[in-house]
């Protein structure tokens, strides 16, 4: 099983920035597709950015333009760079594969954007 760890998020005012990471406990870049996902309050969770094998990226219309998904396969950590941020990105930031989810959802990064 591959442990996955979030950091990073915060309180952040409208218009700001953070940058998230999720650590890996063991190299699967190479493997499988990785995806940042978010779960609002009452909300189901839902995938905003993904980055293939190749290094493709791709965006929910929600956040393109704003955020920027990239991995650093060395470190075996993928981030999330989160720009001009919106009270609507508030949230439970995680990470895991993508198509399909293999993991167990780590513990999350809140990303509270409120001024």
């Known amino acids: 099983q591959v442990q996955l760890v979030e950091s990073g998020g915060g309180l952040v005012q409208p218009g700001g920035s953070l940058r998230l990471s999720c650590a890996t406990s063991?190299?699967?870049?190479?493997?499988?597709?990785m995806g940042w996902y978010r779960q609002a309050p009452g909300k189901q969770r839902e995938l905003v950015a993904r980055?293939?094998?190749?290094?493709?990226?791709n965006y929910a219309d929600s956040v393109k333009g704003r955020f920027t998904i990239s991995k650093d396969n060395a470190k075996n950590t993928v981030y999330l760079q989160m720009n001009s941020l919106r009270p609507e990105d508030t949230a439970v930031y995680y990470c895991?594969?993508?198509?399909?989810?293999?993991?167990?959802w780590g513990q999350g990064t809140q990303v509270t954007v409120s001024s």
């Open positions: 895991n594969t993508f198509a399909p989810v293999r993991y167990s």
């Open positions: 980055i293939l094998i190749g290094g493709s990226t």
């Open positions: 063991r190299s699967i870049f190479s493997l499988y597709h």
